[in-house]
Protein backbone atom coordinates (compact mmCIF):
# COMPACT_ATOMS: atom_id res chain seq x y z
CA UNK A 1 0.00 0.00 0.00
CA UNK A 2 1.04 3.46 -0.33
CA UNK A 3 2.62 5.52 2.41
CA UNK A 4 3.36 9.53 2.41
CA UNK A 5 5.57 10.69 4.79
CA UNK A 6 6.67 14.29 6.13
CA UNK A 7 9.04 15.33 8.58
CA UNK A 8 9.52 16.92 10.69
CA UNK A 9 6.42 17.02 12.48
CA UNK A 10 7.01 20.85 13.78
CA UNK A 11 9.60 23.02 13.92
CA UNK A 12 10.17 26.38 15.42
CA UNK A 13 12.52 28.92 13.29
CA UNK A 14 13.80 32.25 13.69
CA UNK A 15 13.15 34.78 11.06
CA UNK A 16 15.82 34.76 8.19
CA UNK A 17 17.05 31.18 8.95
CA UNK A 18 16.54 28.91 6.17
CA UNK A 19 13.79 26.07 5.83
CA UNK A 20 14.03 22.49 4.54
CA UNK A 21 10.70 20.80 4.54
CA UNK A 22 10.76 17.03 3.09
CA UNK A 23 8.08 14.58 1.50
CA UNK A 24 8.53 11.05 0.11
CA UNK A 25 6.16 8.87 -1.14
CA UNK A 26 6.28 4.72 -0.99
CA UNK A 27 4.23 2.46 -2.52
CA UNK A 28 3.86 4.08 -5.75
CA UNK A 29 5.40 5.57 -8.97
CA UNK A 30 5.52 8.70 -10.71
CA UNK A 31 3.15 10.48 -9.12
CA UNK A 32 2.01 13.99 -9.02
CA UNK A 33 3.01 15.49 -6.27
CA UNK A 34 2.00 19.09 -4.47
CA UNK A 35 2.30 21.11 -1.52
CA UNK A 36 0.10 23.15 0.52
CA UNK A 37 0.12 25.77 3.44
CA UNK A 38 -2.84 26.05 5.59
CA UNK A 39 -2.94 29.58 7.69
CA UNK A 40 -4.32 29.26 11.14
CA UNK A 41 -8.47 28.48 10.42
CA UNK A 42 -7.77 28.80 6.77
CA UNK A 43 -8.59 26.87 3.75
CA UNK A 44 -5.53 24.79 1.94
CA UNK A 45 -3.02 27.22 -0.49
CA UNK A 46 -1.32 24.80 -3.17
CA UNK A 47 1.83 26.42 -3.52
CA UNK A 48 3.82 23.99 -5.94
CA UNK A 49 2.93 20.66 -8.12
CA UNK A 50 5.20 18.40 -9.62
CA UNK A 51 4.13 15.89 -11.96
CA UNK A 52 7.91 14.52 -12.65
CA UNK A 53 11.52 14.65 -11.23
CA UNK A 54 12.84 18.42 -11.65
CA UNK A 55 9.25 19.61 -13.13
CA UNK A 56 7.94 21.87 -10.69
CA UNK A 57 4.88 24.53 -11.16
CA UNK A 58 4.52 27.09 -8.77
CA UNK A 59 1.23 28.60 -8.08
CA UNK A 60 2.32 31.78 -5.26
CA UNK A 61 5.01 34.22 -5.90
CA UNK A 62 7.02 34.25 -2.62
CA UNK A 63 10.20 33.14 -0.65
CA UNK A 64 9.27 29.28 -1.12
CA UNK A 65 10.75 27.46 -3.39
CA UNK A 66 10.70 23.46 -4.34
CA UNK A 67 12.44 20.44 -5.74
CA UNK A 68 11.90 16.83 -6.85
CA UNK A 69 15.10 15.40 -7.03
CA UNK A 70 13.88 11.99 -7.08
CA UNK A 71 10.69 10.40 -8.88
CA UNK A 72 9.11 10.04 -4.86
CA UNK A 73 10.63 12.85 -3.32
CA UNK A 74 9.58 16.67 -3.12
CA UNK A 75 11.24 18.88 -0.98
CA UNK A 76 10.27 22.34 0.07
CA UNK A 77 12.99 24.99 0.59
CA UNK A 78 13.48 28.91 1.87
CA UNK A 79 16.27 30.63 2.03
CA UNK A 80 14.98 33.45 4.37
CA UNK A 81 11.77 32.82 6.26
CA UNK A 82 9.27 35.39 6.95
CA UNK A 83 6.62 35.64 10.11
CA UNK A 84 3.94 35.16 7.11
CA UNK A 85 5.54 31.47 6.46
CA UNK A 86 3.85 30.30 9.35
CA UNK A 87 1.45 27.64 9.00
CA UNK A 88 0.79 23.78 8.63
CA UNK A 89 2.84 22.63 5.15
CA UNK A 90 1.00 19.45 3.81
CA UNK A 91 2.28 17.08 1.03
CA UNK A 92 0.34 15.52 -0.88
CA UNK A 93 0.45 12.78 -3.96
CA UNK A 94 -1.91 12.09 -6.70
CA UNK A 95 -1.90 8.65 -8.99
CA UNK A 96 -3.91 7.78 -11.81
CA UNK A 97 -7.21 8.24 -10.44
CA UNK A 98 -8.45 12.17 -9.09
CA UNK A 99 -7.82 11.14 -5.54
CA UNK A 100 -5.15 13.09 -3.51
CA UNK A 101 -3.58 11.48 -0.56
CA UNK A 102 -2.20 13.82 2.33
CA UNK A 103 0.60 13.54 4.44
CA UNK A 104 0.75 13.72 8.41
CA UNK A 105 1.83 17.83 7.68
CA UNK A 106 4.29 20.14 9.25
CA UNK A 107 3.66 22.64 11.95
CA UNK A 108 5.75 25.39 10.91
CA UNK A 109 6.03 28.27 13.59
CA UNK A 110 8.39 31.32 12.63
CA UNK A 111 9.37 33.90 15.51
CA UNK B 1 -10.01 25.83 -12.52
CA UNK B 2 -13.80 26.70 -12.21
CA UNK B 3 -14.31 28.39 -8.64
CA UNK B 4 -16.52 27.26 -6.01
CA UNK B 5 -18.66 28.75 -3.01
CA UNK B 6 -19.71 26.52 -0.12
CA UNK B 7 -21.31 28.14 3.03
CA UNK B 8 -18.81 28.93 5.50
CA UNK B 9 -20.56 26.85 8.57
CA UNK B 10 -23.61 24.31 9.41
CA UNK B 11 -24.82 23.36 12.57
CA UNK B 12 -26.51 19.54 13.36
CA UNK B 13 -27.18 17.57 15.80
CA UNK B 14 -26.33 13.90 15.61
CA UNK B 15 -28.40 11.06 14.01
CA UNK B 16 -29.76 13.79 11.59
CA UNK B 17 -28.74 14.17 7.87
CA UNK B 18 -26.69 16.72 6.71
CA UNK B 19 -26.30 18.43 3.42
CA UNK B 20 -23.52 20.44 1.90
CA UNK B 21 -23.98 22.51 -1.28
CA UNK B 22 -21.33 23.50 -3.50
CA UNK B 23 -22.02 25.70 -6.32
CA UNK B 24 -19.61 25.88 -8.89
CA UNK B 25 -21.00 27.97 -12.14
CA UNK B 26 -18.48 27.81 -14.20
CA UNK B 27 -17.73 24.27 -14.18
CA UNK B 28 -16.04 22.62 -17.15
CA UNK B 29 -17.24 19.93 -19.14
CA UNK B 30 -13.88 17.69 -18.54
CA UNK B 31 -14.14 18.65 -14.48
CA UNK B 32 -14.91 16.23 -11.92
CA UNK B 33 -16.19 17.04 -8.52
CA UNK B 34 -14.47 15.74 -5.44
CA UNK B 35 -15.21 16.22 -1.75
CA UNK B 36 -12.99 16.47 0.87
CA UNK B 37 -12.98 16.22 5.13
CA UNK B 38 -10.20 17.54 7.39
CA UNK B 39 -9.36 17.58 10.87
CA UNK B 40 -7.66 19.44 12.91
CA UNK B 41 -4.04 19.26 12.79
CA UNK B 42 -4.56 16.56 9.84
CA UNK B 43 -4.46 16.85 6.24
CA UNK B 44 -7.82 16.11 4.16
CA UNK B 45 -9.20 12.92 3.64
CA UNK B 46 -11.09 11.94 0.11
CA UNK B 47 -14.71 11.44 0.84
CA UNK B 48 -16.32 10.83 -2.53
CA UNK B 49 -15.73 11.70 -6.57
CA UNK B 50 -18.39 12.57 -9.21
CA UNK B 51 -19.38 13.64 -12.68
CA UNK B 52 -23.01 13.74 -12.48
CA UNK B 53 -26.13 12.22 -10.95
CA UNK B 54 -26.07 10.88 -8.46
CA UNK B 55 -22.90 8.67 -6.58
CA UNK B 56 -23.05 6.50 -3.18
CA UNK B 57 -20.56 5.10 -1.33
CA UNK B 58 -19.98 3.64 2.68
CA UNK B 59 -19.53 7.20 3.78
CA UNK B 60 -21.61 9.66 1.68
CA UNK B 61 -23.83 10.40 -1.01
CA UNK B 62 -22.81 12.86 -4.13
CA UNK B 63 -25.89 14.84 -5.86
CA UNK B 64 -25.01 16.69 -8.94
CA UNK B 65 -28.00 18.07 -10.93
CA UNK B 66 -27.81 18.04 -14.93
CA UNK B 67 -26.05 21.51 -15.52
CA UNK B 68 -23.30 20.37 -13.11
CA UNK B 69 -23.57 24.09 -11.93
CA UNK B 70 -23.68 22.58 -7.74
CA UNK B 71 -23.30 19.83 -6.21
CA UNK B 72 -25.23 18.32 -2.46
CA UNK B 73 -23.11 16.21 -0.48
CA UNK B 74 -25.06 14.10 1.85
CA UNK B 75 -24.03 12.86 5.04
CA UNK B 76 -26.41 10.46 6.80
CA UNK B 77 -26.70 10.34 10.39
CA UNK B 78 -23.95 12.46 11.55
CA UNK B 79 -22.34 11.45 14.68
CA UNK B 80 -20.14 14.00 17.12
CA UNK B 81 -16.82 12.66 14.76
CA UNK B 82 -18.40 13.77 11.98
CA UNK B 83 -17.43 17.39 13.05
CA UNK B 84 -14.90 18.76 10.67
CA UNK B 85 -13.97 20.97 7.76
CA UNK B 86 -15.73 19.52 4.30
CA UNK B 87 -13.75 21.00 1.17
CA UNK B 88 -15.54 20.96 -2.55
CA UNK B 89 -13.50 20.73 -5.71
CA UNK B 90 -13.64 20.70 -9.44
CA UNK B 91 -10.81 20.37 -11.76
CA UNK B 92 -9.39 18.02 -14.56
CA UNK B 93 -7.20 15.16 -14.57
CA UNK B 94 -5.30 15.88 -17.15
CA UNK B 95 -1.92 15.32 -18.89
CA UNK B 96 -0.67 18.37 -17.30
CA UNK B 97 -1.19 16.82 -13.68
CA UNK B 98 -4.16 17.87 -10.82
CA UNK B 99 -3.90 21.17 -10.41
CA UNK B 100 -6.26 21.87 -6.97
CA UNK B 101 -7.35 24.66 -5.39
CA UNK B 102 -9.30 24.36 -2.05
CA UNK B 103 -11.37 27.34 -0.80
CA UNK B 104 -12.58 27.84 2.37
CA UNK B 105 -14.49 24.52 2.66
CA UNK B 106 -17.45 24.39 5.40
CA UNK B 107 -16.84 23.83 8.76
CA UNK B 108 -19.32 21.36 10.25
CA UNK B 109 -20.14 21.12 13.96
CA UNK B 110 -22.06 18.29 15.25
CA UNK B 111 -23.89 18.75 18.59
CA UNK B 112 -24.95 16.28 20.89
Known amino acids: SQTIHQWPATLVQPVGSPLSLECTVEGTSNPNLYWYRQAAGRGLQLLFY??????ISSEVPQNLSASRPQDRQFILSSKKLLLSDSGFYLC??????????FGPGTRLTVT | LAKTTQPISMDSYEGQEVNITCSHNNIATNDYITWYQQFPSQGPRFIIQ???TKVTNEVASLFIPADRKSSTLSLPRVSLSDTAVYYC?????????????FGAGTRLFVKA
Open chain 1, 92 to 101: AWKGNSYEQY
Open chain 2, 50 to 52: GYK
Open chain 1, 50 to 55: SVGIGQ
Open chain 2, 89 to 101: LVGDAGTGGFKTI
